[in-house]
């Protein structure tokens, strides 16, 4: 069965600094893997997506993500946080077969 | 305006009361999904569909129903509901499966229902 896991319940960070999201992941083929942010009181929203070809890729908002499929990683990152930034990270994995599974969540709290 | 659609967005109801709580997209996308979110678990998709009669099981079905015969509309069917149930939901769409070239993937969801079971 395929999992996420996403091992920091919260994570805090400065203003300004750079930011680091973990999620890690386990799925027969190849990973389909996304980010969505979700602010409070509201639906889940699309930040970025692995599908095949480079690692490092870009999404919305200046977030950016690495696939590494030799430690099975796809962490979150952005080299300066801001405080509208804060809200709470879901990262998942799509198979063949259409399931998906998402991870636990990470809330993200940015310091002013 | 591309968007999902769920309705009703809140709903108290008592315990084997049968409900059913529509989604509706307006992208043409093939694929549908219903998802429950509860603090500390995340999302976990109940069922998904690939198009028109065609209805998996998700991680959490038991206790739902759900049918696509329409290929807009996903309605998630709670035939006699238990406090167990009591969560936020979501519905979300995608235009392309995993595995078709030159997809998006990606899903687009509605602004959750939620729903309390007494």
């Known amino acids: 069965a395929q999992s996420v896991a996403q091992p920091e319940d919260q994570v805090n960070v400065a203003e300004g600094n750079p930011l680091t999201v973990k999620c890690t992941y386990s799925?027969?083929?190849?990973?389909?893997l996304f980010w969505y942010v979700q602010y409070p009181n509201r639906g889940l929203q699309f930040l970025l997506k692995?599908?095949?070809?480079?690692?490092l890729v870009k999404g919305s908002y200046g977030f950016e993500a690495e696939f590494n499929k030799s430690q099975t990683s796809f962490h979150l990152k952005k080299p300066s946080a801001l405080v509208s930034d804060s809200a709470l990270y879901f990262c998942?994995?799509?198979?063949?077969?259409?399931?998906?599974?998402f991870g636990t969540g990470t809330k993200l709290q940015v310091i002013p | 305006e591309a968007q999902v659609t769920q309705n009703p967005r809140y709903l108290i109801t008592v315990t084997g009361k049968k409900l059913t709580v529509t989604c509706s997209q307006n992208m043409n996308h093939e694929y549908m999904s219903w998802y429950r979110q509860d603090p500390g678990l995340g999302l976990r998709q109940i069922y998904y569909?690939?198009?028109?009669?065609?209805?998996d099981k998700g991680d959490v079905p038991e206790g739902y129903k759900v049918s696509r015969k329409e290929k807009r509309n996903f309605p998630l069917i709670l035939e006699s509901p238990s406090p167990n149930q009591t969560s936020l939901y979501f519905c979300?769409?995608?235009?392309?499966?995993?595995?078709?070239?030159?997809?998006?993937?990606?899903?687009?969801f509605g602004p959750g229902t939620r729903l309390t079971v007494t």
């Open positions: 799925v027969s083929g190849n990973p389909y």
């Open positions: 979300a769409s995608s235009s392309s499966m995993a595995g078709e070239e030159g997809g998006t993937y990606e899903q687009y």
């Open positions: 692995y599908i095949t070809g480079d690692n």
């Open positions: 998942a994995v799509r198979d063949y077969y259409q399931k998906v599974t």
């Open positions: 569909s690939m198009n028109v009669e065609a209805t």
